[in-house]
């Protein structure tokens, strides 16, 4: 039996007026059709302007796939990891450093190669 790809979902929203139940939801879609295993979902409501030294969940986040070693973290839209482009990059680096791609549903987007080797993108 093959094993199933095993993801990571984050979701933010910038206030706390907003609800990510939306983003969620599409994104548990996006992994039940491509048969993954959702491992765990972290979600968060704080500006994505913020540092991510002020972000307590994308930190955990971090933290977690680091321990983990989860194929690959699922977010709905760029701007939901990070509004700071320094840190967007620096979550990429992070993430591909430790082997995890990094999924964009909105865009089509994935950081890694099946054979985890950065994608030209």
Known sequence: ???RTKVVIYARVSTSAQDYTRQITELRKYA????FEIVKEFSEKISGGKK???RADIKELLD????????????????RLSRR?????????????????LYILQSGLETLLPDRT????
């Not at 039940?32 to 048969?35: A, C, G, L, V």
């Not at 796939?65 to 701007?79: H, I, L, P, Q, R």
């Not at 950065?118 to 993108?121: A, F, L, M, Q, V």
Request: aromatic letters at 6%.
């Open 64 to 79: 977690f796939v680091k321990t983990n070693k989860e194929d690959k973290v699922v977010v709905y839209e760029a701007s």
């Open 118 to 121: 950065p994608s030209p993108i």
């Open 1 to 3: 039996m093959e094993e």
């Open 32 to 35: 039940k059709k491509q048969n």
């Open 52 to 54: 991510i030294e002020e």
């Open 85 to 101: 482009q320094i840190d967007f990059l620096s979550i990429i680096e992070q993430l591909t450093e430790l082997g995890v791609s």
